[in-house]
């Protein structure tokens, strides 16, 4: 199925979970915190939490700023 | 003595131990540093520690999804030295705010950071001055607040919109000297010490922080001179020609304008004031005549 991820269409498994994503983009262990269609799905819920077709997902992490 | 006179005036008592205190968190700095700008990631740790802050902000951006091998600034921030404070910049909509402060906490918690439960809030109204949108950060504030932050909201130096914004549940207001980056100081002094006075009414200890505008160690002492709390600065150090030095500058800075304050300065004067005795002079001091001659 195809999500888009951080603005750019993706495959992702039919069962895949937010981990799996992750862990694609070698982003397991990255201090990161994921969104999906604007609610955010905190770290524990990453291997349970199973994406859907069309999902937007937004995965961010700390830059610097002001 | 003019009203603005009298209020630079102002005497404030010196506590045993000075600190800038935050909600729950006491700091001895009162510098709050950005990360942002710098060349590398090595100059920017050396410049932090020059600073001596103890709060450092930090951005919330989408990671990079092709290319893993660029460092993490979390590899050069001591985590048990710094709170780090997410800020939500380049938000322009407070639903958008308040959705990157949500995004900023979930990575704090991870790192087990103490700053995972605030926010510095920034909703910009413009993108070429970057000036707050007033409807939007009290918006934006309320949704925060309600969700449990600490909010340390960016303001315009408006002393009405920075009152609204406390009234909004912010933990501490935070006026620009003048706009992000254009390094011209404090523009208006006389909103800030609105502000402050308006802020702090019944409440000596909200804190109230300069934040933007700043360019150079001057300005930080002038912001401190007012009675602000803290300064909260970023380019200034990090587009210097020096900037472990500046930074080095801004931390004396912030110390001597706080000790300035606390001391209480002398009014201003239109005449001047002799600081040496005129009695016993062997000169002629027009106007007066000499004993014995």
Known sequence: MTVVANGEKREVGEQAKVADLLGELKLGTAACAVEVNKKIVPKLQHSTHALAEGDRIEIVTLVGGG | MSTIEAKLSTQAVASPE??????????????????????TYDLMRDALAASAAQVVTVAVRRERLYNDQGQSILQFLDLSRYTILPNTAGCFTAEDAVRVARLG???????????????????????????????GTLEATRELVADGFQV????????????????????????????????QGVLNRNNI???????????????????????????????????????????????????????????????????????????????ASASSPWEGTISGVPGTVIPGE
Not at chain 2, 27 to 32: A, G, K, M, T, Y
Not at chain 2, 160 to 182: D, L, Y
């Open chain 2, 152 to 183: 340390l909201a960016y303001s315009s130096d408006d002393p009405i919109a920075a009152i609204r914004i406390k009234e909004a549940g912010a933990t501490a207001v935070m006026p620009a000297g003048s706009p992000i980056g254009s390094g």
């Open chain 2, 105 to 135: 906490r979930e990575i704090l918690t991870q790192l087990d950071n103490s700053g995972a439960s605030w926010v510095k809030l920034e909703v910009l109204g413009d993108k070429k001055t970057l000036l707050p949108d007033p409807t």
């Open chain 2, 18 to 39: 000075d600190r800038l205190v935050i909600g729950e968190r006491a700091f001895v700095s009162r510098l709050i540093v950005g990360t942002g700008k710098y060349a």
């Open chain 2, 193 to 271: 010490l609105l502000c402050l006075e308006l802020l702090k009414e019944g409440d000596p200890t909200f804190p109230v922080i300069v934040d933007a505008g700043v360019g150079a160690a001057s300005d930080v002492s002038i912001a401190m001179e007012l009675g602000a709390d803290g300064v909260l600065l970023n380019t200034a150090i990090a587009h210097a020609n020096d900037p472990v030095m500046m930074a080095r500058a801004m931390h004396h800075a912030a110390v001597a304008g706080r000790h300035s304050y606390l001391a209480g300065r002398i009014p201003k004067r239109l005449y």
